[in-house]
């Protein structure tokens, strides 16, 4: 039985981060991916990570966008400490080999990013999510003495002892279907968001929210589960990420007339505000008749110097050619809003602690919260590696002196009963898991999205409901034990269907509107009775979520009208 | 534009009805591989991936695939299509379609396999522990500095890091380890996505021990002159990484460490080099003295090592006579090479000028699309680069789901030596 001092569940950004800090202060670390760890969704992070590294910045600029991004949810002692450690952050990269772009005098240099009131987005090209991934795992392999890896191994559960203190989790091999309890002193969630509850999504298959469902039915508290965002250019139908840089380079969007329409919306900051701003703006459009046939305004890069998109959009060039059939150096492109990122998550405290003794969480799965309503462009792989690091370094030294019992297998023994009660379904006794999938995805994204009201919500929480009974007999058809992607799917499904319900829950409670949650019943924002946390609690008695609040940390910025 | 998009967009209800044939194989089955088709109906410009999802909803969950973002950034979903190593999110299935059907009435399926080089774990997914992260092991894939990290950032010239960006864009997807003819040959020889990623250091002037490394790869039998030129990375990469290139650069950075490698691989370029630029042609005669024991003209004293290398290639000179490779015996007699007509030779000596004049280490992505914004020293910097990066194309990466109709580059006469 494996047996570690920290076991790192989810090998992305942030898992690779909190790994390699908790190596650092020499304990013994495992870390735990159901891909290969060069495969997870950070790669998909495009544009850049924001630091206030010029001389001419001040962590509390940075801060203060930030918080006014978060329309005033984000906790501010976290921004603070987020902000504050960015540009170290930034100089470790540099100096662990990350390329990042250089000005003239090669100097690091920056880029403009949306609702930032200075360029202090440092990048690689437009792949810097996958540059800075791939160094961290030059690392990890660098570090392999210290850090265990067990790629393709899929978290089914997490175990807690007597005293609900997270001892381990539950695994099953992917590649040979074994199951074993992997016994830790601490275990940090790192699993990111779980956009595949809707369809379309810019996420990849694998974001299915399995960290935030396992601390949920562990009973740690979720916060902020309404706020999902809506990124403003993303691929009609097939959900496919252009990049904020694209705007950040000083891309337009046009409606079907051609019109700059971000005027009216947002005159100072135009295509560059808040990414809840812009995407309301062009579902506005869409809905009143200004946007294309097929549902889409456009963007159009053309306006960018050829040189300059080769260079630092080459991603979207081929995207552009290879998704679209669309030269976005001579034509603009078709886009639309499309479920991004889950800003709430797992409840952490600043150092990634949960409410769970020995379980933390980082990155998309968590919420410290320092995105509140609305996550700033380049914010996402700060939080990643930020409070990545922070929570390797508070679980490594919680680890030090520490010494628990054995844990209970019993868990263990469950978990592998729940398997093998999905493989043993009839099939044909009920409906397809990938049915009940489509039609979750298809739900959330047309109820839970930019625009909402507590009619179309209420109804999206029936089906979800409905839904979970149903995936109670889903059926699947593969019953071996070697790469058995089809079980595993199953299990995502009922990890989905938590996040989903969660969602539905805040956002039916939330009776206003603020970041990304637009209620088309409550329009306003509403400080008085709504400048509070959503947490939600796992029942006893299955009766789905439990509602309480939480108060917002305000440490210098009180809430304004926020207008970019 | 609009028209086109939107005619897109109203396409995307024209589902078209395509068989997808897999080689599938279970593991626990205790049979061997055998292939299945499945017919599915969906949009020609989706993916391949759209339709092997298509199968595993519908029909089959059993069909194992990896794969992750459907965008080709993750490099899960490795195969072989149409005989093609490449992603399957990356090929439309329409293209794919027409690929597998250019020679006939289009009763063709589309095939799918799982990716060459590499053991089959079950269906399309293959194990790249031995093939390809053994290797990335192999090149120490991390940065080696000079200890003490400075206060603020190490200042590098902007290019540089433009440079080697184009080998950090590598996902790691297995596609040119897939298609390496080289590595069918030689399991051993550490690959082009090793040598890619081995570049990404070499070519970081942050990496201080740049010449340790290449001294390593040039003296391995399986390093950086196990290459065959033959393309077929370059073929099959879809994020335009170009491994050969990276290769080739790794060998014009070891040459101008002067490492003379035991493989005799830098000789034999070197010989290369400098026949043409004598002769104006190859003059194949003298190549394999050439490549043994440099200047060998006029003073016939080969080291012991290259009198071995030279008898040991006596086999590979009767094979290529018995097969017909070897047409006319004059070309084995040193000095029968026919010449030039009129002064080709000296043009031939202009171009090696101009050539070295203008040589740079410049990639796509430095220079960017070719045509724009014309000045007049760009130009000849673009034309170098058209010389060190020949297919570095983003089209080519399309071509590589084409049926396997376009004629493979054979191997070179190195893969004779």
Not at chain 1, 16 to 23: F, K, N, T
Not at chain 1, 101 to 126: I, K, W
Not at chain 1, 281 to 303: C, H, K, M, S
Not at chain 1, 448 to 476: C, H, I, M, N
Request: aromatic share 6%.
């Amino acid at each position: 039985m494996p047996k570690h001092d920290v076991l790192v569940i989810g090998a992305g950004l942030a898992g690779q981060r909190a790994a390699l800090a908790a190596a650092e202060e020499g304990v013994s670390v495992a870390i735990v991916s159901k891909v290969h760890p060069v495969r997870s969704h950070s790669n998909a992070a495009q544009g850049g990570i924001n630091a206030a590294l010029n001389p001419d910045d001040s962590w509390e600029s940075h801060a203060f966008d930030t918080v006014k991004g978060s329309d005033y949810l984000g906790d501010q002692d976290a921004i603070e400490v987020m902000c504050r450690e960015a540009p170290e952050e930034i100089l470790h990269l540099e100096h662990l080999g990350v390329p990042f772009h250089r000005n003239e005098e090669g100097l690091l240099g920056t880029r403009a990013f949306g609702g930032a009131s200075q360029a202090r987005t440092y990048y690689v090209a437009d792949i810097t999510g996958q540059a800075i991934m791939h160094v961290l795992y030059e690392q990890l392999m660098k570090h392999s003495e210290q850090v265990d890896r067990y790629e393709e191994f899929f978290s089914t559960a997490l175990a807690l002892d007597d005293d609900g203190t997270c001892v381990g989790a539950v695994m099953r091999s992917i590649r040979d279907g074994s199951m074993e309890l992997f016994e830790a002193k601490n275990v940090i969630l790192a699993t990111g968001g779980n956009g595949q509850a809707w369809q379309p999504t810019t996420n990849a298959l694998i974001c299915t929210g399995d960290g935030v469902a396992m601390a949920y039915r562990a009973g740690a508290p979720l916060m902020d589960m309404e706020m999902i965002q809506y990124h403003p250019t993303t691929l009609a139908g097939k959900g496919f990420l252009i990049t904020e840089g694209a705007r950040g380079e000083g891309a337009h969007l046009l409606n079907a007339n051609g019109e700059r329409f971000m005027e009216r919306y947002a005159p100072n900051k135009m295509e560059l505000a808040s990414r809840d701003v812009v995407s309301r703006a062009e579902q506005t459009e869409i809905n009143e008749g200004r946007g294309f046939p097929d549902g889409t305004v456009a963007l159009d890069i053309t306006v960018v110097p050829k040189k300059r998109i080769h260079e630092a959009l080459r991603e979207i060039v081929l995207v552009g050619r290879d998704f679209a059939g669309v030269d976005i150096t001579s034509e603009p492109i078709h886009i639309k809003p499309g479920n991004h990122y889950t800003m709430g998550g797992v409840k952490t405290d600043i150092d990634g602690a949960t409410e769970i003794p020995g379980l933390y969480a980082a990155g998309e799965v968590a919420c410290v919260s320092v995105h509140g309503g609305n996550r700033l462009g380049a914010n996402s792989l700060l939080d990643t590696l930020i409070f990545g690091r922070r929570s390797g370094l508070h679980a490594a030294n919680r680890a030090k002196g520490l010494n628990p019992k054995p844990p209970s297998r019993a868990i263990l023994a469950d978990e592998e009963s729940t398997v093998a009660a999905i493989v043993s379904r009839e099939r044909g006794s009920g409906r397809r898991v990938s049915e009940i999938r489509k039609e979750l995805g298809e739900t959330m994204d047309r109820y839970v999205a930019v625009f909402r009201d507590a009619d179309g919500v209420q109804r999206a929480l029936e089906t979800v409901r409905r839904l979970k009974e149903e995936a109670r007999s889903a059926y699947v058809d593969d019953t071996s034990a070697i790469f058995n992607q089809d079980v595993l799917g199953a299990i995502e499904l009922g990890f989905m269907l938590d996040n989903a319900e969660c969602t539905c829950m805040g956002a039916l409670e939330r009776k206003e509107s603020r970041g990304a949650q637009f209620r088309t019943d409550h329009p306003e924002r509403n400080d008085e009775e709504w400048l509070k946390h959503i947490d939600l609690r796992t029942s006893t008695n299955g009766d789905g979520p439990q509602i309480s609040y939480s108060d917002v940390t305000i440490t210098q910025w009180q809430p304004m009208e926020r207008t970019y | 534009m609009a028209e086109a998009q939107q005619e897109a967009a109203q396409t995307e209800h024209d589902a078209k009805q395509y068989t997808l044939k897999v080689r599938r194989y279970k593991p626990e089955s205790g049979d061997g591989p055998y292939w299945e088709s499945f017919d599915v109906e969906l949009d020609p410009t989706l993916s391949v991936l759209d339709g092997l999802l298509q199968a595993k909803d519908r029909e089959d969950g059993s069909l194992a695939v990896r794969c992750s973002c459907r965008a080709a950034i993750c490099g899960s979903c490795g195969v072989k299509i149409n005989g093609k190593s490449t992603l399957a999110c990356l090929i439309q299935i329409g293209e794919a379609h027409e690929a597998a059907n250019r020679r006939n009435g289009g009763g063709e399926p589309i095939v799918v396999e799982p990716m060459g080089n590499m053991p089959v774990v079950k269906d399309l997914v293959t194990d790249m522990e031995s093939a390809h992260w053994e290797k990335i092991r192999r090149v120490t894939p991390w940065l080696l500095d000079d200890g003490d990290p400075p206060e603020r950032e190490r200042v590098v010239p902007p290019e540089s890091m433009v440079d080697i960006t184009q080998t950090i864009a590598c996902i790691q997807c297995g596609a040119c380890v897939s298609a390496c003819l080289s590595m069918e040959v030689d399991p051993d020889f550490i690959g082009p996505a090793a040598l890619a990623k081995a570049y990404r250091f070499v070519g970081d002037p942050r990496d201080v021990e740049t010449r340790e490394r290449l001294y390593d790869l040039a003296q391995d039998p399986h390093g950086i002159y196990d290459c065959t030129h033959c393309f077929s990375c370059i073929d099959a990469c879809p994020k335009g990484v170009a491994p050969m290139d990276q290769i080739m650069r790794l060998r014009r950075a070891a040459g101008n460490e002067e490492i003379d490698d035991k493989n005799n691989g830098h000789r034999h370029e070197a010989a290369f080099v400098n026949i043409i630029r004598k002769k104006g042609t190859l003059d194949e005669s003298l190549l394999l003295q050439e490549s043994y024991a440099q200047g060998v003209k006029g003073k016939l004293i080969p080291k012991p090592a290259a009198i071995k290398g030279l008898v040991g290639s006596i086999p590979t000179a009767v094979r290529g006579i018995r097969t017909g490779k070897m047409r006319s015996l004059r070309k084995l007699i040193p000095g029968m090479h026919h010449k030039l007509p009129g002064d080709g030779t000296e043009y031939v000596g202009r171009i090696y000028e101009h050539a070295e004049e203008h040589a740079t280490e410049l990639n796509l992505y430095i220079t960017g699309e070719e045509g724009e914004e014309p000045a007049p020293k760009e130009s000849d910097e673009r034309q170098a680069e058209a010389v060190t990066a020949p297919a570095a194309e983003p089209d080519e990466t399309v071509a590589s789901a084409d049926g396997g109709d376009a004629e493979q580059p054979g191997p070179d006469q190195e893969a004779q030596r």
